[in-house]
């Protein structure tokens, strides 16, 4: 019999990439979405959808008793649920760590514990890394988080790392980029505008993951039977925000571009207001003071050996190959959508 996946927050930018990897590599997948989700990347006919309420403890422990058979687990689960913007704090504990907390007690309640339970965390658990000597972020540094996302990604760490018997492991992954994805298809729609916006005068240090190698790694530590690790997922390069721009404005076809850099204090004034222009009419902004914090970091390095190590992390796209397939994608949406006008 084939070994079962659960692939829980399906909907996203990264689950579709997962679910599809999952079903490449020969799992039995299932894919846990809300009734509201867009299936817009999960079209697969072999997936099996599972309809989660996760405010709702007893539906979801009736809903996941009922997936499988009696008797049967899930060999693998990876939790991809999670909010990068939320109007207040309360919002990004409860979708970051409470609704974490409540999945694994009905996992343990129902006895369908997995023989290995990932848990999409983020490099901003770890917080401000060293600005001065610029020295790579490792496992070992200590978390001190300064954003209300990061903060509700260690308390989620943190409750993972007290259960006794829980087979966990803790991916902690830097920008995640490529096709589909939201926040850096804004830079890539900004570029292709002429425009590169940037913050700060100091040097900054930037690192990326394309989706496909994060979701490989995700299987390739499964399958090197890793247990109650947390690791960096990140290419093993640094890059600087003009590199990024070159990179883009040279797939998007030699477009001349207008680099604009602000400085720190009109960002973060932009950052409050748009924030508090949202939360009044009770939505998110991409502009915030957590993306503020984050776009204010000057150290974004990372060092990977514990992945290298232990499953044989090996990205296969380096920033360039990654965006030429990510802008590839982003030309063909902007066709299709020019066509459908016509």
Not at 324 to 339: H, N
Request: aromatic share 14%.
């Amino acid at each position: 019999m084939s070994k079962k996946l659960l692939v829980v927050g399906a909907g996203g930018f990264i689950g579709g990439f997962i679910a599809e990897e999952g079903l490449r590599r020969g799992f039995d997948t299932y894919v846990t979405v809300r009734e509201s989700t867009s299936r817009r990347y999960l079209t697969d006919e072999r997936l099996h959808f599972v309809v989660l309420d996760y405010d709702d403890e007893q539906a979801m422990a009736k809903t996941l008793s009922e997936a499988l058979p009696e008797g049967e687990k899930w060999d693998y689960i990876i939790y991809n649920l999670g909010a990068t913007k939320c109007v207040n704090f309360m919002e990004f504990n409860r979708i970051n760590f409470m609704y974490l907390r409540t999945f694994v007690e009905t996992l343990r309640a129902i006895d369908k514990v997995p023989h290995r339970f990932l848990f999409m965390s983020s490099l901003s658990a770890l917080g401000m890394a060293d600005e001065k000597n610029y020295t790579p972020i490792t496992s070992a540094t200590p978390p001190n988080p300064n954003t209300r996302y990061g903060l509700s990604k260690i308390k989620a760490e943190t409750y993972l790392e007290t259960l006794d018997n829980f087979p966990y492991i803790i991916f902690r992954p830097t920008g995640v980029y490529g096709p589909h994805e939201k926040d850096y298809l804004m830079m890539i729609k900004s570029i292709d505008s002429h425009w590169d916006f940037g913050v700060g005068y100091r040097k900054q240090l930037l690192t990326f993951i394309y989706v496909e190698d994060l979701v490989n790694a995700m299987f390739d530590a499964y399958e090197a039977g890793v247990v109650k690790k947390k690791y960096i997922i990140s290419e093993d390069a640094c890059y600087t925000q003009k590199q990024f721009r070159d990179i883009v404005a040279r797939e998007l076809g030699g477009k001349w571009v207008i680099p604009v850099k602000l400085p720190m204090w009109i960002v973060y004034i932009a950052s409050y207001f748009a924030e508090k222009w949202a939360a009044a009419q009770l939505r998110t902004s991409t502009l915030n003071r957590d993306k503020f914090k984050i776009m204010k970091q000057r150290n974004w390095s990372c060092d990977v050996s514990d992945a290298k190590r232990d499953f044989n992390f090996n990205p296969q796209f380096s920033l360039e190959k990654g965006i030429k397939a990510t802008v590839a994608a982003y030309l063909e949406e902007k066709q299709r959508a020019k066509e459908a006008k016509k």
